[in-house]
């Protein structure tokens, strides 16, 4: 029986999509549930699955093509694996002959693929501890932990290839590679932002040495109490805006045509970097969260960003965003609101510098912060109170416990 392979229900916020990679060919046989086809939209990449076992039939849609909800992709003839000859019966060796064919049903996650490819790890010897024998990226991880020490870097060096093209020194080719749909939506809404908002920046700077040292004294004993969930310096940022969004409430608003929205609740964008684009997955009702479950949050939005595993319903919303360029080490910029937000928070690398305290000269781990708001809902009164209510909770960090 041929069953239709169709794209899956896109949300209302999303359009269209786009076929990004079969994982299957024409003739080729897949199980029940295992993972046929990628498609990409706006914000995130959605698996189209096997409804019953059977062999790939026809290829309506190939890569590349655009494609809406619910529209057919290709075919699946069900039952045609089981119904073919096997070619292979009169063969010598016929248990050696079904042991790939065996392992070639194992399903892999996306991620779980990309790591085995980097690794050169035959994805057939991978023992997976998924749902029905899934393969994730965690057996894949530690199947190539495993591995050889020698054969890493050669399966390493020709990984690039796939995204960055690497060039030989002299080389002018060129090599031109479309946009992924994530990346192309995120430079419309940038583009958006600008010509549409009166934006402007204001700029701050805090002494990290308080947060420092109560990080340095306490991320043992932390770590240990909340199972593995690592203290970082997102959950003090998190949590002081959110006490700088309850004084400063318009900070938190939004427009709406002529209309000020207003938000009783602190849903926090964190903005985190994949290798499709710029995500920004949203802590809801941050203000209800405490530093553990805001770590454990972030973390969880960086696997899922690098699996290509975050959902709509997890990247959209959100009433004020955090940006945090200083991981890659930069000491100070200007961040993009991200509408129909009316601010962003950008934090920096942390710098030695020499300041003046007390009229004495002191080396201290200075950081630059950069609030950009849009000048039709702030003014620059509110904007300036609000970043410098963050510096204020971040140098003295009791004032969060205390609420002062």
């Known amino acids: 029986m041929a069953i239709e392979i169709k794209a899956p229900a896109f949300p209302e916020s999303v359009a269209d999509g786009t076929v990004a990679t079969w994982h299957k060919k024409p003739g080729e046989a897949v199980?029940?549930?295992e993972l046929i086809v990628d498609i990409e939209t706006d914000k995130v990449v959605m698996e189209v699955l096997a409804e019953a076992d059977g062999v790939i039939g026809e290829i309506i849609k190939g890569?590349?093509?655009?494609?809406?909800?619910g529209e057919v992709l290709g075919v699946l003839n069900e039952g045609a694996a089981a119904a073919a000859p096997a070619p292979a019966a009169a063969a010598p060796a016929p248990a050696a002959a079904a042991a790939p064919a065996a392992a070639e049903d194992k399903i892999l996650s996306p991620a779980a693929r990309k790591i085995a490819d980097e690794a050169g790890i035959d994805r057939n010897s991978i023992e997976g501890t998924g749902k029905g024998g899934r393969v994730t990226k965690e057996d894949a991880v530690a199947a190539a932990s495993?591995?050889?020490?020698?054969?890493?870097?050669a399966a390493k060096a020709a990984a690039p290839a796939a995204d960055a093209p690497v060039f030989a020194a002299g080389d002018r080719v060129e090599k031109r590679v479309p946009m992924?749909?994530?990346?192309?939506?995120?430079?419309?809404?940038?583009?958006?932002?600008?010509?549409?908002?009166?934006m402007l920046t204001t700029y701050n700077e805090v002494n990290m040495k308080p947060i420092m040292d109560l990080r340095a004294k306490y991320k043992d004993l932390f770590e240990k109490k909340h199972n593995g969930t690592r203290l970082g310096f997102m959950s003090f940022f998190v949590k002081a805006a959110v006490e700088a969004l309850k004084r400063q409430p318009v900070v938190n608003a939004s427009i709406d045509g002529n209309d000020i929205v207003y938000h009783g609740y602190q849903d926090i964008g964190v903005a985190v970097s994949s290798d499709r684009g710029l995500v920004v997955p949203?802590?809801?009702?941050?203000?209800?969260?405490?530093?553990?479950?805001?770590?454990?949050?972030?973390?969880?939005?960086?696997r899922k960003a690098k699996e290509g595993k975050l959902t709509i319903e997890e990247m959209t919303g959100g009433t004020f965003t955090i940006s945090n360029g200083g991981v890659f080490g930069s000491l100070l910029s200007s961040p993009i609101v991200n509408p129909p937000q009316s601010a962003i928070l950008g934090m920096h690398k942390i710098q030695e510098r020499p300041m003046a305290v007390n009229g004495?000269?002191?080396i201290l781990p200075m950081m630059y912060l950069a609030l950009s708001y849009d000048h039709r809902l702030l003014d620059g009164k509110e904007a300036v109170t609000f970043l410098v209510t963050i510096k204020e909770l971040l140098e003295d960090p009791a004032r969060l416990l205390l609420d002062i």
């Open 31 to 33: 199980k029940r549930d």
């Open 146 to 153: 495993g591995k050889p020490a020698a054969a890493a870097p």
């Open 63 to 69: 890569e590349g093509e655009t494609v809406l909800s």
């Open 180 to 198: 992924t749909r994530l990346r192309a939506k995120v430079a419309q809404r940038l583009v958006e932002a600008q010509s549409t908002m009166a």
């Open 282 to 302: 949203v802590l809801r009702n941050a203000e209800f969260m405490s530093l553990a479950e805001i770590e454990a949050g972030i973390a969880n939005f960086g």
């Open 360 to 362: 004495q000269v002191v």
